[in-house]
């Protein structure tokens, strides 16, 4: 495998064939920042704030290091005056839309960034494309980009209540802005997406102790989905306490019984 | 071999071409059958015609001709053709063999042409083409500079073939390439040939051809042939015409690259704007597969070449290559970024060949008169001609085709016709929304019209539209304009295009609306630089350009709306007002009667006056003020 | 299309009868079912509706496979897609630049202030519904406008004008 020759930020490193620079980069502790990038998924290069400078004949160029594949000698220049200006504005631009995310406000900080500079569109989301593309890697057939240029937003099909959503909460985990929320109510799960409710998910209530519990998925659906023919574990009826409580009365009882010490005590079923 | 033999030309009878050798043999029956003399009525109806109504021009020739006794002589032959693109003359009749050129004509003409034209040979001095500002009659259509003093290469069936008829396109020599391909050539010398043009990808770009079917050819894996027909751009029609006009020569050009790079299988991604275009691919394609020049076993040579329309939507984003892949997949138009070349890893993931539609139709004509030819066009750097759309303050508005390398004054003043109503030329816009404006004459006097060179000028080649500029533009406006078309047809998946654009146009809406502040163009400057490093695809990355050419070369237009307050050239309304001149009025009373909100006071021969109150800045009395006495203020 | 507006001039309330086997006709026969034709069969029923109504694209989602919210992605990205019911007459105005340049944005406005209703929308009764388009191709016969597949060139006030007042007596 054909290894290449790298000059990282002044340092001759070696990189093999087809690596991100982003990649390269984390390799020798060379920090990059990022937003929309995450290790579960295919980078999308949205937000553009991990754009280096890479020179690989004789002209600099702007590329986003999240999925830029390294196939030739280069050198690679990740904080020059002009990267760090261009970093500066997407923070900027971005926190006019949402000023919450933690991790921007930190940005922020180190960049200098003036943050009075542009009115504020008073958005809650900093259109990132991480919930989307999770709840396409999971088969949620939830959440996607609609719409268009400015008009660009997170939604679901019609703007109602998903009937698909497998309330897995990826898009919750997920969200940089911490914006998609997640409420159990009532037996049932509830996505939150900018303030509506974007699916609601029946929970089953534990035969044993009544609480409610996880969504009921439908294992044979999200196999059929997947392509794959697993042997689906039973669909479960207790809540994982009473699944952990019940083996502990079964394998206690057979210990046990041979001191007579414990009695039936209720309903046990194996979870 | 020809299975059976046509009978007439305009009414083909099943016939399957075996053999490429069959093509010239067909190509010479048809040539046979022509009589040069033989009446015609060629009616342009391009969509620009048929929107002053051509098509009924041609009903209406057809039913007059059908009920005229003509005493054994010949009956004229009505041929609807698509767009010969002297757009601001039409709707164009010609009528032949005698090339007798009528301009303008209406249904009502029709009567008068048939009686006084077709059966007594008298010519009708009204429809005639009359230079602007001259009573002189150029009666013949090959006489007129506009079409004289252009070089006609890839333009040269329009106007003569009927699209609809793939006969007529067949006797001018289309699929003659294609046959020729196939018997003498190998895809390496085909790919060869088009690399010594040094053709350059006429969709914008300027990509080597060549260059870009060697890539392709050279992958491993399925190969798709795309013709990218999203002309997206406002104010350029260029494809249009050619895809109304003379559709085969696109197809030909697309087979061709099929067998250069190794593909069966190609696609016309077409926007839904043109719905005539679409229509009339269609009838091509399947005329063309009835004869056995497309489908299966080409020419019976085993060669397979399918070709599919697929349509657009409404995106204009849809023309950026891996975008308009996506579309195609049935998916949104949202680009993906470009590090791995579409030639490798394209439409279905697979090695693609893109190539814009005045690209393709190229392509015959360099096969057939070799690449050597082609380079005696243009310059070193750009070789050939490049169709170019003449639009805006100019005389003649339409399409024009012209060796690169022609300087751009010859083309607004030597083809143009010059700029109407005694006004100053300004600057003409290349390239659209990702180009910049030249200002000729007064910042630079002229500029020889090349990739390299507009470039260096801040601007691009673009696809072909060319907009005329005078006096009475504003550029903050057409800045603006362009800022705000881009803010809708960003697809908006990053930062830098999505945020950078609106706040650009936030800006500009400002600065014409009086609001500028001291800095706007310093973050004008800096934003725009911004989006051009770090967006994502070429939207974004050209975004700014007509904002940052503006800045360059008519700072002084910013310096005036933001400090001043005032907009020169009598656009941006809160900037301006008219005031008319004591001096020069003549008191005769034109703008009172063509001010639609009475406005306007005044007794004949003494000095009129506008009621400021009252004026909603029409620009109607300007306009039509023959003393210019109508000044902005 | 049959039903009518509701009084409450949420357009939703259309009733639209779904005629399924014309649906099948257009996804299955017509483009195969293939998902890569979506765009077409998309334009294709909005031809027949004029517009597209939430139950056939459900239906469309389920026969080509594609999710939901994936069709309903494509349908609000493309400017040609319209998820709620248009008026009787389709207004289009070209805002390409040479449109642009000889006075459509007045046009725009015009009509706009009128009708009383936003470039892109309906007006409740559902006579009129008013867009713009970026571009037809005609530029040296601007302004430009499209009326139901029909070219208006050298469109101005008063041609608008005629054209609101004939809408108005019916």
């Keep these: 495998m054909k290894v290449l020759n790298i000059i990282l930020n002044g340092k001759a490193v070696t990189a093999k064939m087809g690596q991100t620079i982003l990649e390269l980069a984390r390799e020798h502790d060379v920090f990059i920042p990022t937003l929309c990038d995450s290790p579960a998924l295919e980078a999308a290069a949205m937000c553009r704030l991990c754009t280096v400078q890479v020179i690989e004949g004789k002209w600099p160029k702007y590329v986003t290091a999240c999925n830029f594949p390294l196939r030739r000698d280069a050198e690679v220049v990740t904080d020059s005056p002009e990267v760090r200006h261009g970093r500066k504005l997407i923070i900027e631009l971005l926190m006019a839309r949402c000023p919450t995310s933690p991790e921007l406000q930190r940005l922020a900080v180190d960049y200098g960034c003036d943050l009075e500079r542009f009115t504020p569109l008073n958005d809650d989301c900093v259109i990132c494309g991480l919930c989307t593309r999770a709840c396409e890697a999971v088969t949620g057939r939830t959440l996607s980009l609609a719409g268009r240029g400015v008009a660009i937003h997170v939604d679901t099909a019609f703007q109602k209540a998903s009937t698909f959503c497998i309330g897995c909460g990826a898009c919750v985990q997920i969200c940089p802005v911490q914006k998609i929320k997640m409420e159990d109510v009532d037996g049932e799960r509830r996505i939150i997406l900018h303030g509506k409710i974007a699916s609601r998910v029946k929970l089953p209530q534990c035969t044993s102790c009544g609480k409610y519990f996880g969504p009921v998925i439908d294992l044979k659906q999200v196999m059929e989905r997947m392509g794959e023919h697993l042997i689906p574990p039973p669909n479960a009826t207790v809540c994982p306490e009473c699944s952990r409580r019940n083996l502990a009365i079964k394998l206690g009882k057979r210990y046990f019984e041979q001191y007579g010490v414990f009695e039936e005590e209720g309903q046990a079923n194996a979870g | 071999m020809i299975e059976a033999t046509q009978t007439a030309i305009s009414h083909p009878e099943v016939a399957k071409i075996t053999s490429p050798s069959g093509v010239e043999l067909f190509r010479k029956e048809l040539q046979s059958r022509l009589d040069p003399n033989a009446p015609l009525i060629i009616v342009c109806c391009g969509t620009g015609c048929q929107a002053a109504g051509s098509a009924e021009v041609v009903d209406k020739f057809k039913q007059l001709l059908s009920g005229t006794d003509w005493n054994g002589k010949v009956i004229p032959l009505v041929k609807p053709t698509g767009c010969h693109g002297f757009c601001s003359r039409g709707p164009l009749v010609i009528i032949e063999p005698q090339d007798l050129f009528y301009q303008q004509v209406t249904v009502d003409d029709v009567e008068e042409i048939v009686n006084k034209t077709i059966l007594n040979n008298e010519v009708i001095k009204k429809l005639q083409y009359k230079p602007a500002n001259s009573k002189e009659v150029i009666p013949k259509a090959s006489d007129i500079p506009y079409y004289a003093k252009q070089t006609r290469l890839v333009l040269k069936n329009i106007g003569k073939v009927d699209p609809t008829e793939i006969n007529d396109s067949i006797v001018r020599g289309s699929y003659s390439a294609l046959a020729s391909v196939l018997t003498r050539m190998s895809p390496q010398q085909v790919i060869d040939e088009v690399a010594n043009s040094k053709l350059r990808g006429r969709g914008g770009a300027g990509f080597p051809t060549g260059l870009k079917w060697e890539s392709c050819a050279r992958q491993e894996g399925t190969r798709y042939v795309i013709c990218n027909a999203d002309e997206g751009d406002p104010g350029a029609f260029m494809d249009r015409s050619l895809l109304e006009g003379d559709p085969h020569s696109v197809l030909e050009g697309m087979a061709i690259c099929a067998y250069a790079v190794g593909s069966n299988r190609g696609y016309m991604y077409v926007r839904a704007e043109y719905p005539l275009a679409v229509k009339t691919l269609n009838i091509a394609i399947q005329q063309a597969e009835a004869l056995g020049l497309l489908g299966e076993n080409i020419m019976g040579t085993g060669f397979d070449f399918k070709v599919t329309i697929s349509t657009g939507a409404g995106a204009f984003i849809c023309g950026e290559s891996s975008a308009l892949m996506a579309s195609l997949e049935g998916k949104v138009g949202r680009p993906r970024p470009k590090y791995i070349r579409s030639v490798e890893k394209g439409f279905r993931d697979s090695p693609s060949n893109l190539n814009n539609v005045e690209t393709y139709a190229n392509i015959p004509d360099i096969i057939t008169n070799g690449g050597e030819w082609y380079r005696s066009f243009g310059t070193e750097r750009s070789s050939g001609t490049k169709v170019f759309a003449l639009t805006g303050n100019v005389y003649n508005i339409g399409l024009v085709e012209v060796p690169m390398g022609i300087s751009l004054m010859e083309i607004v003043f030597g083809i143009g016709g010059g700029i109407p109503n005694k006004r100053a030329l300004k600057g003409v816009q290349t390239g659209g929304p990702s180009g910049g404006c030249i200002p000729i004459p007064h910042k630079i006097p002229d500029i020889n019209v090349g990739y390299g060179k507009l470039a260096e000028a801040g601007s691009i080649m673009g696809s072909g539209g060319m907009i005329v500029m005078d006096e009475d533009t504003c550029m903050i406006e057409v800045s603006r304009y362009f800022v705000n078309f881009l803010v809708e047809e960003s697809c908006g998946q990053c930062t830098p295009c999505r945020e950078g654009l609106i706040r650009m146009r936030e800006i500009l809406n400002r600065i014409t609306q009086g609001e500028g502040r001291e800095g706007d163009v310093e973050l004008l400057t800096e934003i725009g630089n911004f989006t051009n490093n770090f967006s994502l695809c070429g939207l974004g990355t050209s975004a700014a350009n007509p904002v940052l050419s503006t800045i360059r070369y008519f700072r002084e237009e910013y310096d005036a709306h933001i400090r001043d307050k005032k907009c020169p050239s009598g656009v941006c309304k809160p900037l301006f007002h008219y005031d008319i001149d004591a001096e020069t009025c003549t008191g005769c009373g034109l703008c009172k009667i063509k001010c639609p909100v009475k406005a306007i006071t005044g007794e004949k021969k003494k000095t009129h006056v506008i009621e400021q109150a009252l004026c909603i800045k029409c620009m109607e009395c300007y306009k039509n003020c023959k003393f210019r006495s109508v000044k902005i203020m | ?170």
């Design chain 3, 1 to 170: 299309m049959s039903g009518t507006a509701c009084a409450c001039q949420e357009i939703e309330c259309v009733e639209i009868e779904i005629d399924y086997s014309l649906l099948d006709k257009i996804i299955r026969d017509d483009y195969g079912g293939n998902r890569e034709a979506m765009i077409m069969m998309m334009q294709a029923i909005q031809r027949v509706y004029r517009f597209l109504p939430e139950d056939a694209v459900k239906y469309l989602s389920q026969v080509i496979e594609v999710p939901l919210t994936k069709i309903y992605e494509v349908a609000t990205f493309y400017a040609s897609f319209s998820l709620e019911p248009k008026g009787k007459y389709i207004l289009s105005v070209c805002t390409g630049t040479a449109c642009h340049l000889r006075g459509s944005g007045g046009m725009v406005e015009h009509i706009s202030k009128r009708m009383g209703i936003a470039p892109g929308k309906t007006t409740s009764d559902l006579k009129l519904t008013l867009e713009t388009v970026n571009c037809v191709g005609a530029c040296a016969v601007a302004p430009v406008v499209v009326i139901d597949e029909k070219y208006y060139p050298k469109a101005n006030i008063a041609t608008l004008n005629d054209f609101m007042d004939r809408l108005n007596a019916e």
